[in-house]
């Protein structure tokens, strides 16, 4: 099991602008802004123009924040964005390269020796989503709609950090918004119930080596840890894995709400950080279906089914999984 991160913090950006359009506390936003103050290049994901993917991509301004912010739930394609990073390196530049623990790990291992102008954020996964069932579900909701996806937000706050939905804007001859709550999402549904991760995902060796400088994550569980932080904008986990992580978030510390708290209390409702999801029995099953009937009969299929619910399934799970961290 991985090592206890030097130090853990409850903590959110001051600006709530920032914070309304980010997924929890606005972390990375803060981080990104300090890397680009100091003329060095920021990666991240965004989202395809045609909204069909996602993707990983650089900014070195601050305009061009807003499309690395908030989750995109499906794999992103990384393509040569490893290459990049080393040759921005290597001339001199700071870069923040932020992904899950995978990524991360994966860019140290091509690299294959420590920057110091790199720094390193991962994000607290439950897997990651395939990107061909999100083209499926795409392709139904743009016939559905008889328009084009032209925005999508994960993690849409409109109704609260605690009760976030999908947000999705559709464009033909006029615009149309659909809000779909979380429980009624069958795309989030699936990745809730862990059909549609990759086979990594089910033993995923980042959990065990994190090689990241700063893990951030939505701070679930701050009502039991610090009440008086949570106004419904988001509070996030900040895990410090580095010296040089500890340094960065002291950088921006100035701009932040921060309260450190235990270890055991920051992770205790967030058992991604340690353990991987259960493989579901019909995983095999569900990917076959998915080549072979459409995207509403195939949420039909695996969604309408009783099955209990996933806190419920998740809670001997986060008990087991919180004895082993601690014993080791």
Not at 53 to 80: N, P
Not at 177 to 193: D, G, R, V
Not at 299 to 307: E, G, N, P, Q
């Amino acid at each position: 099991m991985q090592s206890i991160p030097i130090k853990t913090y409850a903590a959110y950006s001051l600006d709530d602008a920032v914070r309304s359009c980010s997924s929890s506390g606005a972390i990375f936003s803060l981080l990104a802004e300090l890397i680009l103050d100091r003329q060095g290049v920021v990666y991240g994901v965004k989202m395809s123009a045609d909204c069909y993917g996602a993707e990983f991509t650089s900014v070195t301004d601050r305009a061009e924040l807003g499309k690395l912010r908030g989750s995109k739930y499906l794999q992103a394609k990384v393509g040569d964005t490893y290459r990049k990073v080393r040759r921005d390196l290597q001339v001199g530049k700071t870069v923040l390269f932020t992904g899950t623990g995978c990524q991360v790990n994966g860019l140290k291992g091509l690299l294959g020796q420590d920057y110091d102008n790199l720094i390193c954020v991962d994000v607290i996964c439950h897997g990651v989503p395939s990107p061909a069932l999100w083209r499926k579900y795409v392709a139904s909701k743009e016939q559905q709609q008889g328009e084009k996806l032209k925005r999508v937000n994960f993690r849409c706050k409109d109704l609260g950090w605690s009760n976030f939905g999908v947000k999705e804007v559709f464009q033909g001859i006029v615009i149309k918004e659909e809000y779909i709550p979380l429980k009624e999402s069958s795309y989030m549904q699936m990745f809730l119930h862990n059909y549609s991760l990759r086979p990594s995902c089910y033993q995923c060796r980042a959990k065990k080596e994190k090689q990241s400088d700063v893990t951030i994550a939505d701070f679930w569980g701050i009502n039991d840890v610090a009440v008086e932080m949570n106004d419904e904008l988001g509070v996030s986990l900040v895990l410090i894995r580095s010296k040089k992580g500890e340094k960065v978030i002291g950088d921006i510390s100035k701009g932040l709400c921060l309260k450190e708290v235990s270890y055991e209390a920051g992770v205790k409702k967030n058992p991604s950080e340690y353990y991987s999801v259960a493989k579901p029995p019909q995983r095999e099953a569900f990917f076959e279906d998915m080549t072979k009937i459409s995207y509403l009969e195939l949420s039909r299929k695996y969604l309408t089914t009783k099955k209990r619910p996933f806190k419920a399934v998740a809670k001997k799970k986060i008990k087991a999984g919180l004895e082993l961290l601690f014993r080791e």
